[in-house]
C-alpha cells in the first residue's frame, strides 16, 4: 500500500515538473522563433502546439521506451478530447469567445482531415510503423504549407508572451526540455507502478484516457483561462486546434514509429468515434454564429462528462 502512495505522490510531482517546465520551454522557443524571425503563424504552431504539447510528447516518448505504448496512446486521445471539449467550454464560460474563419477553415479542416487519418489507421485493431511515418510526414507537410502561406500574406513574428534575450532563451529552451524529459520518464514509470498494483484488467488505457490526458493538459488549460480572462477566447480555440493536430500526427507518429506495430486496446478503440464526434459537434456550435457563449459551453462540457461515463462505465 505505501508503495501505491509513494507513486501517486510521484505522479503528481510530475504533473507539477511538467507544467512549470513547459512554461520555461515555451519561453525558449519564443527566444528563438525572435532571433531567427519565424513569421507569426510558424511561431504559433511551434510555441502554441509544440510547447504546450511538449509533456504529451514527453509522455508518448518514454511510454514506447518503457514498452508500454499504451499509455501514449491514451494520453495523447484522451488529451485531444479534453481540448476541444472541457478546455474551450472553459474559456467560453468565462467570456464569450469569437472565432475567426481562417482559424476554422485552415486550421480546423486540417484537424479533421488528421482526425480521420487517425481513425481510419486505427480501425483494424493496430497502428503499424508505415502509418506512424505516414502521420509524420503529413504534419511535415502541414508546417511546410503554412510557411508557404506566411510568405505569402508577408507574415512578421509577434508572440502572445514575455520573450527573454537569446542567451537566457538558451537557458529556459535547454532546462525546460531536460526537466520535461525527466518529469515524462518519472510520469509514465509511476503510472505503470500504479497500474499494475490496482490489478483491474485495462486500467492502464482509463487511467491513461482520464488522469494522464487531464494532468498533461492542465498548461494548455491554465493558458486558456488567462487568454479568456484578457478577452483573447479566440486564442484558447485556436490553441486547442493546433495542439490536437501535432498531439495526432507527431507525438503519436514520432514515437510510434520505432515500433513494427502498435495494438489499440478496447477502451482507446471506443474513443475513436468519440474524437470525432466531439470536434464535429464544436465545429456546428461554432458555424451557427462564429462564437461561443455560456450556452455552448454547456453543450461543451455535457459531451466531455458523458465521454467519461461512458468510459468508465463500459
Given at each position: 500500500?505505501?508503495?501505491?502512495?509513494?507513486?501517486?505522490?510521484?505522479?503528481?510531482?510530475?504533473?507539477?515538473?511538467?507544467?512549470?517546465?513547459?512554461?520555461?520551454?515555451?519561453?525558449?522557443?519564443?527566444?528563438?522563433?525572435?532571433?531567427?524571425?519565424?513569421?507569426?503563424?510558424?511561431?504559433?504552431?511551434?510555441?502554441?502546439?509544440?510547447?504546450?504539447?511538449?509533456?504529451?510528447?514527453?509522455?508518448?516518448?518514454?511510454?514506447?521506451?518503457?514498452?508500454?505504448?499504451?499509455?501514449?496512446?491514451?494520453?495523447?486521445?484522451?488529451?485531444?478530447?479534453?481540448?476541444?471539449?472541457?478546455?474551450?467550454?472553459?474559456?467560453?464560460?468565462?467570456?464569450?469567445?469569437?472565432?475567426?474563419?481562417?482559424?476554422?477553415?485552415?486550421?480546423?479542416?486540417?484537424?479533421?482531415?488528421?482526425v480521420l487519418i487517425t481513425i481510419i489507421s486505427m480501425s483494424d485493431g493496430k497502428i503499424s510503423r508505415y502509418e506512424a511515418v505516414s502521420w509524420t510526414c503529413v504534419y511535415v507537410v502541414y508546417l511546410a504549407w503554412l510557411i508557404w502561406d506566411?510568405?505569402?500574406?508577408?507574415?512578421?513574428?509577434?508572440?502572445?508572451?514575455?520573450?527573454?534575450?537569446?542567451?537566457?532563451?538558451?537557458?529556459?529552451?535547454?532546462?525546460?526540455?531536460?526537466?520535461?524529459?525527466?518529469?515524462?520518464?518519472?510520469?509514465?514509470?509511476?503510472?505503470?507502478?500504479?497500474?499494475?498494483?490496482?490489478?483491474?484488467?485495462?486500467?492502464?488505457?482509463?487511467?491513461?484516457?482520464?488522469?494522464?490526458?487531464?494532468?498533461?493538459?492542465?498548461?494548455?488549460?491554465?493558458?486558456?483561462?488567462h487568454a479568456a480572462r484578457n478577452g483573447m477566447g479566440s486564442l484558447a480555440v485556436s490553441n486547442a486546434i493546433g495542439s490536437n493536430t501535432f498531439d495526432l500526427l507527431a507525438c503519436l507518429g514520432i514515437p510510434l514509429s520505432f515500433l513494427a506495430?502498435?495494438?489499440?486496446?478496447?477502451?482507446?478503440?471506443?474513443?475513436?468515434?468519440?474524437?470525432?464526434?466531439?470536434?464535429?459537434?464544436?465545429?456546428?456550435?461554432?458555424?451557427?454564429?462564429?462564437?461561443?457563449?455560456?450556452?455552448?459551453?454547456?453543450?461543451?462540457?455535457?459531451?466531455?462528462?458523458?465521454?467519461?461515463?461512458?468510459?468508465?462505465?463500459?
Amino acid at each position: 500500500m505505501y508503495t501505491l502512495y509513494i507513486n501517486i505522490g510521484f505522479l503528481v510531482i510530475s504533473f507539477i515538473m511538467l507544467n512549470y517546465s513547459t512554461d520555461y520551454f515555451v519561453r525558449g522557443l519564443g527566444a528563438f522563433c525572435k532571433r531567427f524571425k519565424i513569421p507569426g503563424s510558424i511561431a504559433g504552431a511551434s510555441i502554441a502546439a509544440m510547447g504546450s504539447s511538449a509533456p504529451e510528447f514527453g509522455t508518448s516518448v518514454f511510454s514506447v521506451v518503457e514498452a508500454h505504448p499504451t499509455i501514449g496512446l491514451g494520453t495523447i486521445i484522451g488529451s485531444a478530447i479534453f481540448n476541444i471539449t472541457l478546455l474551450v467550454a472553459i474559456s467560453a464560460w468565462i467570456r464569450k469567445c469569437s472565432v475567426s474563419r481562417d482559424v476554422l477553415y485552415r486550421d480546423g479542416l486540417f484537424y479533421l482531415l488528421a482526425v480521420l487519418i487517425t481513425i481510419i489507421s486505427m480501425s483494424d485493431g493496430k497502428i503499424s510503423r508505415y502509418e506512424a511515418v505516414s502521420w509524420t510526414c503529413v504534419y511535415v507537410v502541414y508546417l511546410a504549407w503554412l510557411i508557404w502561406d506566411a510568405k505569402r500574406k508577408k507574415e512578421e513574428f509577434k508572440a502572445d508572451i514575455d520573450i527573454p534575450s537569446n542567451k537566457k532563451g538558451v537557458v529556459y529552451l535547454v532546462g525546460g526540455l531536460l526537466f520535461i524529459i525527466l518529469a515524462a520518464a518519472l510520469l509514465v514509470r509511476s503510472t505503470i507502478t500504479i497500474t499494475e498494483l490496482m490489478g483491474i484488467p485495462d486500467f492502464e488505457s482509463i487511467f491513461s484516457l482520464v488522469l494522464i490526458a487531464i494532468g498533461t493538459s492542465i498548461s494548455d488549460l491554465f493558458v486558456s483561462i488567462h487568454a479568456a480572462r484578457n478577452g483573447m477566447g479566440s486564442l484558447a480555440v485556436s490553441n486547442a486546434i493546433g495542439s490536437n493536430t501535432f498531439d495526432l500526427l507527431a507525438c503519436l507518429g514520432i514515437p510510434l514509429s520505432f515500433l513494427a506495430e502498435t495494438p489499440v486496446v478496447e477502451n482507446i478503440g471506443i474513443s475513436m468515434p468519440y474524437l470525432l464526434g466531439s470536434f464535429l459537434i464544436f465545429l456546428l456550435l461554432v458555424r451557427i454564429g462564429w462564437q461561443l457563449n455560456k450556452k455552448d459551453a454547456g453543450i461543451l462540457f455535457a459531451v466531455y462528462v458523458l465521454y467519461i461515463a461512458i468510459i468508465l462505465l463500459l
